[in-house]
T-cell receptor, first 109, second 113 residues
Framework: RKEVEQDPGPFNVPEGATVAFNCTYS??????FFWYRQDCRKEPKLLMS???SGNEDGRFTAQLNRASQYISLLIRDSKLSDSATYLC??????????FGTGTRLQVFP | DAGITQSPRHKVTETGTPVTLRCHQT?????MYWYRQDPGHGLRLIHY???????DKGEVSDGYSVSRSKTEDFLLTLESATSSQTSVYFC????????????FGPGTRLTVL
C-alpha cells in the first residue's frame, strides 16, 4: 500500500462548480499535511497547509480527518485557472515529505 | 518566487555516460533536496543536504551521488546513467527540516537513451 494515495482523476468540472478531492495516508503517526499545486510541466508550489481544525483560504478549504486518515481539498466556484494537478503531501515521523501522485483537475468553460 | 535555478533544463544523454545536474539558490536556505518525478509515482526524494558537506540519502538514492561545497549549490550526479533514470528532476529548498514549505526549482528533464 502506498503511504499517500490519491485518485488521479481527471476531474472535469465546469466553471463555477464545486469540486472536492480526498487523499488517504497510511502512517497514523503523520504530523503535518499539505496541498501543493502543480501546473503542467511546472514545479510544485504550496497551496495550503492542512490543520486539525480545518482551514480556509478564499475558495479553498482543507480538512483533516485523523480517525479515518484522510485529508480533503474543496474548491468552490471553480475557475479556469484552477486547472492543475493537486498533490497531497504528508510529513511522517521521519520529517521527510511524502508526496501523493496527484489529482488532475480540468475546469472547462 | 524563491530564487532557485536548475541547469541544464533539458538534457539528452546516452546510457553509461556521467551526468551532473546543478541546483543554485539565492535564498541562503540551509536545506536542499533532489527529487525525481515519474508518471504513477509521487515526487520521490533522492538525496538531501542539511548544510555544506552534510548530505543524506533519500528513498531512491541508488545510482546517484550528491555534493554540496557551498550553501548555494547542490549537485546531483549520475555516475553512469541508465534508461531507468529518465525522469524530471526537481531541486527544492527549505529553511528548516520541519519547514512547512519547500520551494522548488523549475526542474530538469533528463532523457537517457
Amino acid at each position: 500500500r502506498k503511504e499517500v494515495e490519491q485518485d488521479p482523476g481527471p476531474f472535469n468540472v465546469p466553471e463555477g462548480a464545486t469540486v472536492a478531492f480526498n487523499c488517504t495516508y497510511s502512517n497514523s503517526a503523520s504530523q503535518s499535511f499539505f496541498w501543493y499545486r502543480q501546473d503542467c510541466r511546472k514545479e510544485p508550489k504550496l497551496l495550503m497547509s492542512v490543520y486539525s481544525s480545518g482551514n480556509e483560504d478564499g475558495r479553498f478549504t482543507a480538512q483533516l480527518n485523523r480517525a479515518s486518515q484522510y485529508i480533503s481539498l474543496l474548491i468552490r466556484d471553480s475557475k479556469l485557472s484552477d486547472s492543475a494537478t493537486y498533490l497531497c503531501v504528508v510529513i511522517g515521523n521521519t520529517d521527510k515529505l511524502i508526496f501523493g501522485t496527484g489529482t488532475r483537475l480540468q475546469v472547462f468553460p | 518566487d524563491a530564487g532557485i535555478t536548475q541547469s541544464p533544463r533539458h538534457k539528452v544523454t546516452e546510457t553509461g555516460t556521467p551526468v551532473t545536474l546543478r541546483c543554485h539558490q539565492t535564498e541562503n536556505h540551509r536545506y536542499m533536496y533532489w527529487y525525481r518525478q515519474d508518471p504513477g509515482h509521487g515526487l520521490r526524494l533522492i538525496h538531501y543536504s542539511y548544510g555544506v558537506k552534510d548530505t543524506d540519502k533519500g528513498e531512491v538514492s541508488d545510482g546517484y551521488s550528491v555534493s554540496r561545497s557551498k550553501t548555494e549549490d547542490f549537485l546531483l550526479t549520475l555516475e553512469s546513467a541508465t534508461s531507468s533514470q529518465t525522469s524530471v528532476y526537481f531541486c527544492a529548498i527549505s529553511e528548516s527540516r520541519q519547514s512547512n514549505e519547500q520551494f522548488f526549482g523549475p526542474g530538469t528533464r533528463l532523457t537517457v537513451l
